[in-house]
């Protein structure tokens, strides 16, 4: 902007509003889009952004204090590329899983596909609630009637898939997996902990972190997961193997909570 002779100040003042205008704007959008926050865990933050007009995720690790400044960025790099890596690898292999748009290497943000949608966790406890009336799940945006056991029965069948590519999820609990409005296909989200290159060992251990968590977020779920254990059965392709392994950690981790 040019400043002409006498009327030098009122450009001034015009170049100082617009300035101080947008300031005011920029302040209300990062406020709008950061307010959105959905969730925030130990590690990450969790809110509800744009990116090129469309909505989607945005999953920023921040920085631990109490950790040296170095190995804090240090880790905070390498967990978001690894997630955004494993993330890839399962969209790549046909798993259901929310894509990666960019990720931000400054501050540590992957941003994803928004999943419309809600997470199991959430759906089986809305069903425990309205239980008295019936045992299943009717979606706002899709009629389609899901029972607790058709859930189970699909997570058994996405986790052996996933499996079966070699990556094991990590981290497989009911806050883990969501449930998409529009066609109720179970998509796994929060791949953290995931990996990639599994071993037997690794894929059994997935299945008892799932029960684990599974026993201790929604009581009484034995019937829910035998039936994820059914699914998963004839879902995997090393059924017999993974599930015998299985066994002897259940073995393994009950000897230790009644030994210590
Ligand atoms: N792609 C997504 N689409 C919709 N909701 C999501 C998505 N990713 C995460 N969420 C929501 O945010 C919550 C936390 O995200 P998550 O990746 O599990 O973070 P954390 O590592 O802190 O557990 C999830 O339980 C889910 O409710
Ligand atoms: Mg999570």
Redesign the pocket.
Known sequence: MYIIGGDGYIYIYIYTTNVVLLLIVTTITIYKMKRKI??Q????R?YESKILGKKC?A?ERFSKQYRHAILDTQLRKQRTVHEARVLARCRASGILA?AVYFVDDSTQTIY????E?K?VKDVWDEQNLKSSNSNSSCDNNNNMMLTKINIAEKIGIVLAKIHNHDMVHGDPTT??I?LRNQDNEIVL??F?LGSQNASIDDKAVDLYVLERAMLATHPNTEDLFKQILKSYGEESKKAKMILGKFESVRARGRKRMAFG
């Open positions: 959905a969730f865990g130990a590690e990450a969790v995720i999953k929310p994803m596909e928004f999943i949608g997470t806050s883990n969501m989200i929060d953290g």
